[in-house]
C-alpha cells in the first residue's frame, strides 16, 4: 500500500497562501481517484476524479487548485485568499475510488488561518 505523507499546513493570516504537498511512497499514475479533505467533519475540499477532472468544494472554488505531478508522485494543493474558516486538518488520500477500501491516507497537515 502507498504511504502519503504531507507538508506544508501552518499558521497563517486571513488573506494568506499556503500550498499543501502530498508525497507518495509510490507511483500515483494509477491511482483513479485523488483528493484533498478536510477533517472534523471530514469534506472533500478538491479531487481528481477517475473521469479525468477536477472538482472542487464550493467554499474554495476560486481559491484553491489542486495539481499533481505524476513524476515527482507529488500532489498539491495551492490554497489562496485564506479565510478562517478554511482552518483545519488537511488529509490528502488516494485509491481507485472514493472510500476504496484499499486506499491511503496521509496523517493530516494543520492549517490555521487567524483574523
Known amino acids: 500500500q502507498v504511504q502519503l505523507v504531507e507538508s506544508g499546513g501552518g499558521l497563517v493570516h486571513s488573506g494568506g497562501s499556503l500550498r499543501l504537498s502530498c508525497a507518495a511512497s509510490?507511483?500515483?499514475?494509477?491511482?483513479?481517484?485523488m483528493a484533498w479533505y478536510r477533517q472534523a467533519p471530514r469534506e472533500v475540499v478538491a479531487a481528481f476524479t477517475a473521469a479525468g477532472t477536477t472538482v472542487y468544494a464550493d467554499s474554495v472554488k476560486g481559491r484553491f487548485t489542486i495539481s499533481r505531478d505524476n513524476a515527482q508522485n507529488t500532489m498539491y494543493l495551492q490554497m489562496e485568499s485564506l479565510k478562517t474558516e478554511d482552518t483545519g486538518v488537511y488529509s490528502c488520500?488516494?485509491?481507485?475510488?472514493?472510500?476504496?477500501?484499499?486506499?491511503?491516507w496521509g496523517q493530516g497537515t494543520q492549517v490555521t488561518v487567524s483574523s
Open positions: 488520500y488516494a485509491g481507485r475510488f472514493p472510500n476504496d477500501p484499499l486506499g491511503s
Open positions: 509510490g507511483s500515483i499514475s494509477s491511482f483513479g481517484f
